[in-house]
């Protein structure tokens, strides 16, 4: 059995892109799994942006030490740390950006740690679009 994963886009705007991302997991866990690819994003006028600043998150999970959102690039940017419940509004602080690194996509990934059978994560991202 394989974890069954679902990413579903809840509102993709020209100015940002809400995403819930949930997973049942059979207990291998995921790693550097991607789950935004931005090149599948695109604003009324054409435009694709080159990068995703995270402004908000809302996260349950269970039986799963902790879930890690990661900027890829060659050597992933760790975005944020998530375990157990919670909620963080980061837009007064202008969001976590991606710092861009030696070859980042803009692309958003995940990788989980400590992942039972059964466990569980429910992930809803709002992302603002850099152009």
Do not use: H
């Not at 799994?33 to 942006?49: C, F, H, L, M």
């Not at 998150?57 to 050597?75: C, E, H, K, P, R």
């Not at 919670?86 to 692309?107: H, W």
């Amino acid at each position: 059995m394989a974890d069954v994963v679902t990413v579903t886009t809840i509102n993709d705007g020209d100015k940002y892109l809400v995403v819930q991302l949930q997973n049942v997991s059979d207990g291998t866990g995921e790693s550097a799994v991607q789950k935004v690819d931005i090149s599948g994003i695109t604003a009324s006028d054409g435009r694709v942006p080159v990068s995703l600043s995270l402004q908000e998150v809302q996260w349950n999970m269970q039986g799963i030490n902790y879930v890690q959102l990661l900027f890829d690039a060659t050597t992933d940017d760790e975005m944020v740390t998530l375990s157990g419940n919670g909620y963080k509004n980061l837009e007064d602080v202008g969001g976590i950006n991606d710092p861009r690194s030696t070859g980042y996509t803009g692309d958003i990934n995940l990788t989980t740690s400590g992942a039972t059978a059964g466990g569980t994560y429910d992930i809803i991202c709002r992302f603002k679009k850099k152009y």
